[in-house]
């Protein structure tokens, strides 16, 4: 009778939760399924879990418009490993003194970080510093740095990392073991850090990845499109298209991708950002604390 | 004092930082263009070197380079036709080219910021779409009226001064309308195949409600196609495109007049008995299956509709050769049925035009290039079509088609010609009527003249109002 009384709950729990996984992961096969099947037949019949006429024709036109696409996910994939890495290294070499506690003015200098959480320039005054003052304009600098680089929300978790679980009696001993602030900070201070590294690591590689904003702001030039950027443009420009008052005769959307072939751009951008989730898992929970007392 | 010494280290890290951020904008690759103007000019001497300018009229001119930024998108060979452009400019104006487009939906964001921060442009495409009122009273864009007297007399010629009076503002003209069609009819154009495959006849269609009979034998000869429709999601709407053609709708149908009316009596389009007519018309086709069932929530464009075999026929505006454009973009023959007579209002006019921007460092020079694409037909093919031998090949005079390795999806070069300069001056492609240019020019000449052409509607004064409206709309129209 107890037993029964237990198992019930079980039972509904993992159905509930196997509802909540269907939920995550059908979005992602239609994606994929819309994106092979037949244009005439997505128009006709719409999205289908189990098309009516197959076609390979999205991932042919990817194929054939290799310089432009590719160009793209190049782009992306550079920004995002060169992006990622330096974020991790600026941030951590700042996240770390000010959790130091024999730091002099850390207080000050996290208040700094953390007051440009409250406070930013602007949009206007942004791009005004970034294009008239250090000339990123249509530069890749433009996708790496403004808004991405540093944030001070990682700052913060990283800087509550450092001074909760690395203990001052290590850096201490190293001290008097005649190891410089440089090794301290690189061959033990890191090494330790490993889950914050991960955690920070995944969100600015997805950050990045999946950032369309400076490339709409900052670039111009088809050159440096990144593929979510050029995603992003094909999407506003038919939402924006159709709800135009534009006279129909000025055909503005002669040069927009068909259906499948934005769904199979939306799947080639997807995919590798969800491949590098499970390796990242791992450290997620140790890392994501900012303030409480862990165990 | 422990206040002070913040305040010093405080100091200290902002130097810090800027100075960083210093050093990493030196180590990038310098643009020219964003620069402010002293820099500008100490670079000049750099590009001269070459060749000097052939004429000794223009040998004068400081060698400029000119900004274009224009909608549209960027294309794949966007430096080889700015190469060919150089070539030609260089000679005429001493000046080089560099185009930039822009796409549709980010348009009035990038444009605001790039005038904001200083950026230098020269001819900046304008729309009344964008609010042409709203650009000038920014003050983004400089009246060129002096500036059309002196350098500018082929665009007047070409234009005439009708079209221009049409684009000004307050007795100031601001932009230059592209040559092209500036008149519209209304109609229906339908899948040619279709109707000669059962033999309907079409001919004496006039109006919404010649075509009942029309639509109701595609219905029971073809059960599986939609007989008729309009855009999904978009403002232009069947009965909207209709109402087009009998009223001018000034910039937003808020308040609209009669074109074949001298009194310019400004009504509510919602109470006329016109619209309420074809209203009654259009429930009549949804409740007969005429329309599709989910016409309202549909997102899918209508032409790709047709491609698919779903939809035979579409409410469209019409312009010469709008059958062909249409063949082209959905592989099956059409045909127009046109319900209106063409007019002319001011926004067929304003919704294409060039403008000269605040930021530009040279307008005479700007000034001169949109002369020149007024007169020169070399510049016109070049933008319009792209460089001979690489993005199409002539077959006559002025018929041209695409090389045989290349189609309208792998050209690199696919422009909006309709945005900028005169393209009666342009080839026509192979399929088009040969005398497009001339038909288009009749057809503009032809058009009725709405009474209120000229007039723009500046709804500064009524801000809240026009949002209050807005909403209303937003709601029940579109």
């Avoid at chain 1, 019930?8 to 939920?23: D, E, G, K, S, Y």
């Avoid at chain 1, 090794?183 to 369309?212: C, E, H, R």
């Avoid at chain 1, 050029?230 to 939402?239: A, C, G, K, S, V």
């Avoid at chain 2, 006329?272 to 299956?289: A, F, M, Q, S």
């Amino acid at each position: 009778m107890t037993i029964k009384r237990r198992k019930n709950p079980q039972i509904l729990l993992n159905v509930f939760f196997m509802l909540i996984v269907c939920a995550c992961i059908i979005p992602f096969v239609l994606l994929f399924m819309a994106s092979i099947t037949d244009e005439n037949t997505i128009i006709k019949y719409g999205y289908s879990l189990f098309p009516k006429k197959v076609s390979s024709y999205a991932y042919e036109y990817l194929a054939t418009n290799k310089d432009s696409i590719f160009r793209a996910y190049g782009i992306t994939v550079i920004i995002t490993i060169v992006g990622t890495f330096a974020s991790l290294l600026i941030m951590s070499m700042l996240a770390y003194p000010i959790s130091r506690k024999d730091m002099p003015f850390r207080k000050s200098m996290t208040f700094f970080v953390f007051f440009t959480m409250l406070m930013n320039g602007g949009l206007v005054p942004t791009y005004l510093v970034y294009t008239r003052l250090f000339n990123l304009k249509n530069n890749i600098l433009a996708l790496l740095i403004p808004m991405l680089l540093v944030r001070a929300f990682y700052v913060l978790l990283m800087r509550t990392f450092f001074a909760t679980t690395i203990p001052d009696s290590i850096i201490e001993s190293a001290n008097i073991d005649g190891a410089s602030e440089w090794l301290i900070f690189f061959k033990i201070v890191l090494p330790l850090s490993y889950p914050v590294m991960a955690t920070v690591g995944l969100f600015q590689a997805v950050n990045y990845w999946n950032d369309w904003f400076n490339g709409m702001i900052f670039i111009t030039d088809s050159k440096l499109y990144s593929i979510q950027n050029l995603l992003n443009r094909i999407l506003l420009d038919i939402q924006f298209l159709s709800t135009s008052q534009f006279s129909g005769t000025y055909d503005f959307t002669s040069n927009i991708p068909k259906e499948s072939v934005r769904m199979a751009l939306a799947v080639i951008g997807v995919v590798p950002i969800l491949l590098a989730y499970p390796f990242f898992q791992k450290y997620f929970v140790k890392g994501l604390t900012i303030g409480a007392v862990k165990g | 004092m422990r206040r002070r010494k913040n305040l010093i280290i405080f100091s200290l890290v902002l130097i810090m930082v800027l100075s960083t951020l210093q050093l990493v904008g030196c180590s990038s690759e310098k643009d020219a263009d964003t620069k402010p103007d002293t820099t500008d000019q100490a670079k000049v001497p750099d590009q001269t070197d070459d060749t000097k300018p052939d004429e000794d009229t223009q040998s004068e001119l400081e060698p400029y380079e000119l900004h274009v930024v224009l909608s549209g998108n960027d294309q794949k060979d966007k430096p080889l036709v700015e190469e060919k452009m150089n070539e030609l400019l260089k000679e005429k104006l001493n000046a080089s080219i560099k185009l930039t487009f822009i796409n549709a939906s980010n348009w009035l964001q990038q444009t605001n910021l790039m005038i904001a921060g200083d950026e230098k442009i020269d001819l900046l495409w304008t729309s009344s779409f964008y609010g042409y009122s709203s650009v000038v009273a920014r003050g983004q864009v400089i009246p060129i009226d002096d500036l059309l007297e002196k350098h500018g007399q082929d665009i007047v010629s070409v234009l005439g001064d009708d079209v221009l009076d049409a684009c000004k503002i307050e007795n100031k003209l601001y932009a230059v309308p592209s040559t092209r069609d500036m008149a519209a009819d209304f109609g229906v154009i339908m899948r040619k195949d279709i109707l000669e495959k059962h033999g309907i006849d079409i001919s004496n269609v006039k109006t919404m409600e010649d075509l009942t009979p029309v639509l109701q034998a595609i219905k029971e000869k073809e059960p599986d196609i939609i007989p008729t429709g309009g855009h999904p999601g978009s403002s232009n709407t069947m009965v909207g495109l209709i109402a087009k053609g009998t009223f001018d709708i000034l910039d937003d149908w808020f308040g609209v007049i009669r074109i074949k009316d001298d009194d310019m009596k400004v009504v509510n389009l919602y109470e006329t008995p016109e619209y309420e007519e074809w209203l009654n018309i259009v429930r009549d086709w949804y409740v007969k299956g005429y329309i599709s069932k989910d016409a309202a929530t549909s997102t899918e464009g209508a032409f790709d509709q047709i491609r698919a075999d779903r939809l035979c026929s579409v409410f469209y505006s019409f312009k010469p050769g709008i059958e062909r454009q249409e063949e082209i973009r959905t592989g099956k023959p059409m045909v127009k049925i046109s319900m209106t007579d063409p007019v002319a209002t001011t926004s067929t006019v304003t919704v294409m035009m060039t403008s000269i921007a605040k930021t530009s460092r040279d307008t005479e020079r700007a000034m001169m290039l949109l002369n020149l694409w007024f007169k020169d037909p070399n510049l016109v093919n070049l933008f319009d079509n792209g460089v001979e031998g690489v993005h199409y090949e002539k077959v006559s005079d002025n018929i041209i088609k695409y090389p045989d390795n290349v189609d309208a999806q792998s050209s690199g070069w696919i422009s909006n010609n309709y945005t900028i300069g005169n393209n009666f001056l342009s080839y026509v492609w192979e399929g088009y009527d040969p005398d497009l240019w001339q038909k288009t020019d009749e057809f503009n000449k032809s058009a009725i003249k709405s009474p209120a052409y000229g007039f723009s509607f500046n709804s500064e004064p009524v801000k809240t109002q026009v949002a209050a409206v807005t909403n209303v709309m937003l709601e029940y129209i579109s």
